[in-house]
């Protein structure tokens, strides 16, 4: 079955330089990237129609799409420009207090929340604070970016990689809290320190109008105060359940359509306006990836991978991981980190059957997969989406700022999280 | 009726070589909402408006968020202006292409081009592309109003 094995990985390759190259929408690639897999898998005999749908994570799905009709809810009320405007009006007006103060609440809601959700209602009012405020809003756009990429990586729920991993490996809501939610805290810190430092220049302006700031008013932004404690209150409970989930015995899918389910009842929305919140090409594009992915698994592609690999793992397993971290965030920088991830996924569980402990595997993925995100201008959709909202103010950010900006921020998370990760090593 | 009865003849222009900052003089001298950018034939390039020109004082931010009711003083906004390099630029940066009629356009037909492009100033072109005039959502809509007139008015 070599054929199939060279055939298929080089779908998986195309697709992946096309979603690099930006030539083709990633959605697209993935879709037609499927379909060129399963008909090779049917041609060739090493991929069914049926096992397709089974290579489907309909847990990492559900997951998605409660949260989705979560945010979705909670939107239009205005909740998330209250949120940006009490942080405007807190800071005073003052450049690093902002920084500081809008950078913890985007990393608090990527927690919970999709960073891509976060950045798209969290950055539109940053930039009107910054206009009113008469100073540059490229620190605090990226900032935002960058901590929302990091934060992430601290809960079960907080990034798509992490849903996945976490899927995949039965890792609960808790296990990210013992074991990535500390490393993300002082990667965290890092961080903010590094752009504080960074933008030493940019910070030091004075405002030219801090008087404007401090008259907003943050219960006026909210427009549907009834509606956003509904939600709010929803969404504590699914978190509250997110703890528990594996005692309880159910899926933290299961809790977010639950969450979901009792949130629409409770607020009756006009449904089509809610459905067309939810970002459909992202599940769309998981599901194709999964597909894909799963041929490229079936037609032994990955084996080949775990072959060459597990001669790797006889290095010093401590090494191995911080190799896996740097690799992974290399891959992230210049792609999606999400096919990495569901291409990676199959070929840690093969090392798992050949014997090696992949536990720590599973943290370095997670590690390597969202800090490495924040190397490149497109290495996460936040990143994209903030550039694309600067495009809108008066200064855009260009690639090759994000190279001066960006880039050392994910070296030196990478960096940190590697040294914690080999020192917590046997904890793991 | 047609297009180039309700028109306004004496029409201001610029061309295509002007700056930015040349194109606003003409706004504020002519008191005016559109200006049509002409080649040097004569014929229309394109269009610029007011509301392209005030980009550059108030960029789109402002429509990414939902609603901007609740700030209630836009700061430093209200006195930031462009850069001295943004105005040299040449207008066609910042020039559109022109939702525009031939003279002989009937009345209804430019007032359904103006509600579809939401635009209030229509350019008129000559049959080779000249402009020959403009004409306003008041014109066209006070000439179709006009007709009304020959129309009897109901008995009591």
Excluded at chain 1, 72 to 77: N, Q, S
Excluded at chain 2, 36 to 64: C, I, M, Q, S, Y
């Amino acid at each position: 079955m070599i054929l199939a094995a060279i055939l298929s990985s080089l779908i998986f390759l195309v697709s992946l330089w096309l979603i690099f190259s930006e030539k083709l929408n990633r959605t697209i690639t993935a879709i037609a990237g499927a379909a060129l897999i399963v008909g090779l898998g049917k041609l060739l005999g090493f991929y069914s129609e049926a096992e397709a749908l089974a290579a489907v994570d309909f847990n990492t799905l559900g997951l998605l799409l409660g949260m989705m009709i979560l945010v979705a809810l909670l939107e239009p009320t205005g909740f998330f420009q209250c949120l940006a405007v009490w942080t405007g009006r807190v800071s005073q007006g003052r450049p690093v207090r902002l920084l500081v103060l809008l950078g913890t609440v985007t990393t608090v809601l990527s927690m919970f929340l999709d960073n891509v959700t976060t950045i798209v209602l969290i950055a539109p009012v940053t930039i009107l604070i910054c206009e009113i405020l008469g100073v540059s809003t490229i620190p605090y756009l990226i900032a935002e970016a960058l901590l929302s990429n990091t934060g992430g990586v601290a809960t079960l729920i907080g990034d798509p990689p992490n849903v996945l991993i976490g899927s995949s490996a039965g890792f609960s809501f808790i296990d990210f809290l013992v074991y990535s939610l500390p490393v993300v805290v002082v990667v965290w810190l890092v961080a903010l320190l590094l752009l504080r430092y960074l933008f030493r220049r940019e910070l030091a302006m004075r405002p030219r109008n801090a008087k404007a700031v401090k008259r907003l008013n943050p219960a006026e932004a909210l427009n549907d105060p009834k509606t956003a404690r509904r939600v709010l209150i929803v969404l504590g409970a699914a978190i509250l359940f997110f703890f528990v989930h594996h005692f309880l015995h159910i899926s933290p899918s299961f809790v977010a359509l639950s969450a979901a389910a009792l949130a629409l009842v409770w607020v009756r929305p006009d449904m089509k306006k809610t459905l067309e919140r939810i970002e459909w090409s992202v599940l769309v594009f998981f599901v194709a990836l999964f597909v894909m992915v799963g041929g490229l698994e079936a037609s032994g592609a990955l084996t080949w991978l775990v072959g060459i690999l597990e001669g790797a793992a006889g290095m010093p397993p401590v090494l191995f991981g911080v190799l896996v971290i740097w690799v992974v965030a290399g891959l992230s920088a210049v792609v999606d980190n999400v096919p990495i991830t569901i291409a990676l996924i199959p070929v840690i569980q093969g090392l798992g059957a050949k014997g090696v402990n992949i536990t720590p595997l599973w943290w370095a993925l997670a590690f390597g997969a969202g800090f490495g995100g924040n190397g490149t201008i497109i290495g996460s959709t936040a990143n994209i989406v903030v550039v694309s909202l600067s495009e809108k103010t008066r200064t855009p950010i260009t690639a090759k700022l994000w190279n001066k900006r960006g880039l050392p921020v994910m070296l030196a998370t990478c960096a940190a999280a590697s040294i914690l990760y080999a020192l917590a090593y046997p904890l793991f | 009726m047609k297009v180039n009865d309700c028109m306004k003849h004496k029409v201001f222009s610029i061309p295509s070589s002007a700056t930015i900052r040349e194109a606003a003089e003409v706004f504020v001298a002519r008191h005016i909402g559109l200006l049509p950018v002409v080649d040097e034939d004569g014929k229309l390039a394109g269009v610029v408006g007011l509301r392209d020109l005030l980009t550059l004082e108030l960029p789109d931010f402002v429509n990414l968020v939902p609603d901007v009711d609740f700030v209630h003083d836009f700061g430093a906004v209200e006195t930031t202006r462009p850069s001295r390099k943004e105005l040299g630029q040449p207008v066609t940066v910042l020039m559109r292409e022109a939702v525009s009629v031939v003279e002989e356009c009937g009345l209804l037909r430019a007032y359904a081009l103006m509600l579809q492009h939401d635009v209030h100033d229509l350019p008129v072109t000559s049959a080779d592309g000249r402009l020959v005039g403009v004409a306003s959502r008041v014109d066209i809509g006070t000439a179709i109003l006009s007709y009304w007139k020959s129309l009897e008015p109901m008995k009591k």
